[in-house]
């Protein structure tokens, strides 16, 4: 199975969605959050050229957020990413 890394913020109910998904399908992931790391956060958002979270990576590709991961699992593709 691919890493799953998942970059977070406090008390942000998408990034407890998308977390509470990984958790169901038994998926293994790296939680950081960046919520007092401005600088860590400014490199991130450059490298995905997204300015939300949770920004979720399976292996080296970010897949995008919350809404993202859950259109991936509606359509039958997440677990395909993951192996």
């Known amino acids: 199975m691919k890493p799953v890394k998942v970059y977070t913020k406090t008390y942000c109910p998408y990034c407890d969605r998308a977390k509470e998904l990984l958790k169901k399908k038994n998926v293994s992931f790296e939680e950081t959050n960046i919520e007092n790391d401005p600088e860590g956060a400014q ?24 809404d993202d ?15």
């Open 43 to 66: 490199k991130l958002f450059a490298k995905t050229g997204f300015k939300t979270v949770p920004q979720i990576f399976i292996g080296e590709e970010c897949i995008g957020g919350c």
């Open 69 to 83: 991961l859950y259109a991936l699992e509606k359509a039958g593709k997440l677990d395909a990413l993951l192996a």
